[in-house]
């Protein structure tokens, strides 16, 4: 699915403004290629009570906010075509309710996204069951957090792998980074019906693996395999027993729990490819 430029902000509870100490609340999705602007709030004070306490607050005040927020962003998405414009809007809020200035991000399913960024960002259960957000995927998780840390050009999306003695035999990877070997990411959820499952999957994974170890890409050069994994019933001694055994098949392993590891170890030494 193709991407385009798109711009997202938190929306935030700040009720005093010299002290500059805000609650997330919300979070405001703008594609200007695609004319989509939309905020979406919590449907509870949850978190500003646990910032800011019980006492003090005007209850309704602030679900009118919020409420008259999302539908005037809903009335200026026919007038807001451009970063500059949205930066304005931004710029003139005068409340409680505040919005952060906007940060880059890549957008295909507008809807979706926005979803995918309030649960990451705000973690509003009872928001994400009404809205059915889907599930993000490790991968996409990692993109999201790699985009947060402002690192796009060290990836490369959508990468293609010929297979050598294979004919019209190709690999797609979702993404990749280069240091001194071209590293290609695959996800895997490491959880089924049967306590073998896991390891099946791994020992899979291992054996891609040490096929692109030693079989160097004639455009890409060496190549190393990274499986990012989310688990679910399976304890810490399997994990490590599974990451041992991806190692030893020159693969690595990163849990969905890890991924502020990986994220630090593409900024440190991953090579810019853009």
């Not at 009118?64 to 998405?77: T, W």
């Not at 809020?93 to 906007?102: F, K, V, Y």
């Not at 055994?245 to 900024?267: F, G, H, M, Q, S």
Request: aromatic share 8%; proline share 4%; net charge positive.
């Amino acid at each position: 699915m193709n991407s385009n430029v798109g711009y997202y902000s938190l929306v935030q509870y700040q009720p005093d403004p010299v002290r500059l100490e805000a609650a997330n609340i919300g979070v405001l999705l703008f594609c200007p290629a695609k004319r989509f602007l939309r905020a979406k709030t919590a449907r509870d004070n949850d978190r500003i009570r646990h910032f800011f306490g019980s006492k003090g607050h005007d209850w309704r005040r602030i679900d009118a906010f919020k409420r008259g927020l999302e539908e005037r962003v809903q009335r200026e998405s026919e007038t807001i075509q451009t970063e500059e414009q949205l930066r304005r809007f931004i710029e003139a809020r005068a409340n409680e309710i505040r919005i952060s200035a906007p940060r880059y991000i890549r957008v295909s399913d507008c809807e979706q996204q926005l979803d995918e960024l309030f649960a990451e960002l705000i973690g509003d259960e009872r928001m994400v069951a009404y809205t059915s957000a889907p599930a993000m995927q490790p991968e996409a998780m990692l993109l999201r957090k790699i985009q947060q840390s402002g690192l796009e050009r060290k990836i490369e999306q959508d990468v293609v792998i010929e297979v050598p003695f294979v004919k019209r035999k190709r690999l797609t990877f979702p993404l990749a980074y280069q240091n001194d070997r071209f590293h290609v990411l695959r996800s895997e959820k490491f959880h089924g019906a049967g306590r073998a499952d896991p390891a099946k999957k791994a020992y899979r994974h291992a054996v891609e693996g040490r096929f692109l170890f030693e079989h160097p890409d004639r455009k890409l050069g060496d190549l190393q395999l990274v499986v990012v994994g989310e688990f679910a019933d399976v304890d810490q001694p399997q994990i490590e027993a599974l990451r041992d055994l991806l190692a030893d098949n020159r693969t690595t392993l990163y849990t969905t729990k890890e991924l502020p590891k990986l994220v630090d170890e593409i900024r440190t030494h991953a090579k810019d490819l853009r």
